[in-house]
């Protein structure tokens, strides 16, 4: 029997040409609304059952779901569907003159509504879909094989009023019984599905189970074969648990699914087999039958008359068309909106600052798929700074008249966008990249390196960019407090405290094995440093880092673009905007690929950093297994080994950072240097010992020695040459006084060497002084001669 709409003055059914009816909505608020609409015109109504129903005709048009339309394309009936939340509103009023007609208006009403020979409680009865109703029939297995003929009941819609049955022979070679006793996991399992048994194709839209609770079932890709019922049988001939021959079957089919229960006379074992799982209360089987034939596109008729052919189990149209208005509709057209996760940069188009195309790009960042470009020209906007403000405008305005739904946006620091996102989209999630801010800070940190007593900043630059980046990556909920304190912990841990206030209590790191140039509290650098890092803005900034995902995609894109746009070619506009689009269909295309690999099978990419990558690894793999063979003695002499090449590497830092503080010195700072520096030497000397004394002139008469052994001619002639500028130099600028003490102190210095030299030594120098006098003679010009003879007979 069809079932009736519940409201009042309305006999409606889902026969009636151009109506549609709709089952009461499982949600409990929802469901409580169309009560309460119902209840206006019928009062004494006790409230729906699982199977009442509301006719179209009392819903208002934005009420129902645009794809209506594009049913009614495809020639579909029935398909009317409700937008999520309706709730019927129109409906007839009572129309009360006196009490005794009110009173007979109601009480006809609640009998149009109940079974014409019922009471009301049996109109929610009537609604309920049909039971499977079968004779039950025992099939015990004889030793010999045999042909079974079964008899199949199909039961058509029923009421408890009426209940019509018509048998019919199946040639499907089994002995069917259905009957509501056999042991089902849901009580309602075949009640849902009956329709795959009647041959009456009346169905109708439920809105509640075909549109709002479908749940995508997760199908498990397994093979499917085509089993006789014969040799089907045989694994049920004896009993699953005392092994006993010739037990009861009772065989259950609807459609392609199978079900049997054996029950042993001899140990009273019951047991279940069923061929299919379940999917919502329908077996697996018959909803992939049906989609396979609406996904291929292929007639039902048709397709159902080939396992007709052949004698298999098989659904019917009606249960292909329930499937296809339930499931399958609802797969196509209802597609959940996903959030996007957009990443947006900016690119001027000409070199310089003042450009005059600005292109602004929009990727997907989960997928890294380009979604939309924006080309603006500097004419259209203010000046060329607005060009990338205007092109993310224009690219979230088509994202959004195309019903797409933006969840987070990750972009730079740049302040006119992040205005007019906190202003005119506050729904949308703003995060700034890493990677820009990373960039900024350092700049700031090499630029604070170059000042006056912060040298020691560049020994910590590298380690507080890393710093940033693990603020966001160990972060991943993006709690913007934690963020924040994690960043500002840098600052204790630059002076050597590792526990801090706030959010973020402790470092994470290990105790740490290498020493560190810790800052000192209060020093130059230590001041400024600090007020770097706590900066307001930038701490504010650094709290909409995004947690996830970063923009390193579109800076990818950007060098394809390069190749399709070379900032140094110029370009019409549109040819700009069709090489720009060739960019973005170039990749999208590759953007998915599988790097290439090696023949071990690990990514190989090109050029040379991935053999150096493996070289790298291989030598630390060999150094990690010496170590763990050598002795203790062979440890001692690496370690040694180690110290004395990580001092040569310190003294050779230290050397080029004192060559680059002298090339960045004014002459006052050298003047004041120097002169630091020979007070410092004389206090050395004043303090120092007589054996100290003669061990550091030791060791510098070795170090000269060593170095001049090491020099070549041209650095001899060129630290000579040197040296007797620079006594010229200072005979020139010292006093008469000066150069009377220098002069007895050369004499007495002199005389010392000549007292505690031995005669070998004596004779070695005199040979060296002849030699060198006889090189100055050599070297000296006839002037200088004249004026060397002039001074000796003086």
């Not at 499907?172 to 075949?190: F, R, W």
């Not at 003042?354 to 470009?373: F, N, P, Q, W």
């Not at 170090?703 to 010229?728: F, K, V, W």
Request: glycine content about 4%; proline content about 3%.
């Amino acid at each position: 029997m069809p079932n009736y709409c519940v409201a009042f003055g309305c006999n409606n059914t889902c026969k009636k040409e151009g109506i549609n009816v709709f089952r009461f909505p499982k949600d409990t608020a929802l469901k409580k609304k169309w009560t309460d609409q119902v209840k206006r015109t019928r009062s004494n109504w006790t409230g729906p059952s699982k199977n009442s129903v509301v006719c179209s005709e009392h819903f208002t048009k934005d009420c129902f779901d645009s794809a209506n339309d594009l049913y009614k394309s495809f020639g579909l009936k029935n398909v009317v569907r409700l937008m999520e939340g309706a709730v019927p509103t129109v409906f007839k009023r009572k129309k009360t003159v006196m009490n005794a007609i009110g009173q007979s208006t109601s009480h006809g009403d609640n009998q149009h509504h109940d079974s014409k020979k019922e009471p009301e409680k049996s109109t929610d009865d009537d609604d309920m879909p049909p039971t499977s109703l079968t004779a039950e029939h025992i099939y015990v297995p004889e030793p010999t094989r045999q042909h079974v003929c079964t008899q199949t009941l199909e039961v058509m819609k029923q009421s408890k009023s009426l209940q019509t049955q018509s048998l019919s022979v199946c040639d499907v070679g089994i002995q069917c019984t259905l009957l509501d006793d056999v042991g089902i996991n849901s009580p309602t399992a075949y009640m849902t599905d009956t329709n795959e048994l009647c041959e009456d194709d009346d169905t109708y839209t439920d809105e509640s189970e075909s549109d709002n609770n479908i749940e995508i079932a997760n199908f498990q890709p397994t093979n499917k074969y085509l089993v006789y019922e014969d040799f089907l049988l045989k694994l049920f001939s004896t009993c699953l648990k005392c092994h006993s021959e010739s037990p009861a079957l009772t065989k259950v089919v609807i459609g392609s699914f199978l079900r049997i229960k054996q029950n042993c006379d001899v140990c009273k074992a019951e047991n279940v087999w069923d061929s299919q799982p379940f999917v919502q209360c329908f077996p697996e089987g018959n909803l992939l039958l049906s989609a396979a034939i609406l996904f291929n596109g292929c007639q039902p008729e048709k397709a159902l008359r080939i396992f007709n052919t052949i004698g298999c189990a098989i659904i019917k149209c009606s249960s292909f068309f329930d499937h296809q208005n339930r499931f399958l509709f609802a797969a196509i057209f209802k597609r959940k909106k996903t959030p996007l996760i957009l990443g947006g940069d900016g690119r001027a188009y000409s070199p310089g600052h003042s450009a005059k195309y600005g292109s602004y790009s929009v990727i997907e960042l989960t997928k890294k798929t380009v979604l939309d470009i924006q080309l603006v020209q500097s004419n259209e906007v203010a000046s060329s700074n607005h060009m990338e403000k205007e092109g993310l405008e224009r690219s979230v305005k088509k994202l959004q008249d195309n019903n797409l739904l933006i969840d987070t946006l990750i972009t730079d620091r740049h302040q006119q966008i992040s205005k007019w996102l906190r202003e005119k989209h506050p729904e949308i999630k703003h995060y700034y990249d890493v990677w820009h801010l990373a960039k900024g800070i350092k700049k700031k940190l090499i630029k604070l390196t170059k000042q006056k007593n912060c040298d020691q900043v560049q020994d910590w630059l590298r380690s507080i960019v890393n710093h940033l980046y693990w603020c966001t990556m160990s972060t991943p909920d993006g709690n913007q407090e934690m963020i924040k304190a994690k960043w500002v912990s840098v600052v204790n841990h630059m002076h050597n405290k590792h526990s801090h206030s706030g959010v973020f209590k402790k470092c994470c790191h290990k105790r740490l094995q290498r020493k560190r140039k810790w800052l000192k509290i209060n020093s130059e650098a230590s001041v400024k440093l600090t007020d770097l890092i706590t900066n307001t803005r930038l701490c504010n900034q650094i709290k909409k880092m995004s947690p996830q995902q970063q923009t390193s995609c579109i800076e990818a894109f950007h060098s394809v673009i390069i190749h399709f746009l070379p900032k140094s070619v110029s370009f019409s506009y549109k040819g700009m905007l069709a090489r720009f689009r060739l960019a973005a269909l170039h990749y999208n295309e590759n953007s998915k690929k599988l790097p290439a690999t090696t023949k071990s099978g690990k990514e190989s990419f090109q050029g040379s950093s991935s053999s150096k990558e493996e070289k790298r690894l291989l030598r630390n793999e060999r150094d990690r297994e010496r170590r763990r063979n050598e002795t203790s003695q062979q440890r001692e002499a690496r370690l040694a080994k180690r110290r004395v090449k990580d001092g040569a590497r310190r003294e050779a830092l230290d050397r080029s950072r004192s060559r680059s503080r002298r090339q960045r010195e004014t002459t006052p700072e050298r003047e004041l240097r120097q002169a630091g520096d020979r007070a410092r030497s004389q206090m050395r000397r004043e303090r120092e010992t007589t054996p100290d004394r003669e061990l550091r002139q030791a060791g510098n008469r070795a170090r000269s020695q060593l170095s001049r052994e090491r020099e070549t001619t041209p650095d001899r002639e060129l630290r000579q040459a040197g040296d007797r500028a620079r006594s010229q130099l200072r005979r020139e600028r010292e006093t008469t006084p000066d150069r009377e003490l220098r002069q007895a102190g050369d004499r007495a210095r002199s005389q010392l060497r000549r007292e505690r030299e031995t005669t070998s030594e004596r004779e070695l120098r005199q040979a060296g002084d002849r030699t060198t006098y006889q090189q100055s003679r050599e070297r000296e010009t006839t002037p200088g001669r004249e004026l060397h003879q002039a001074g000796d007979r003086s």
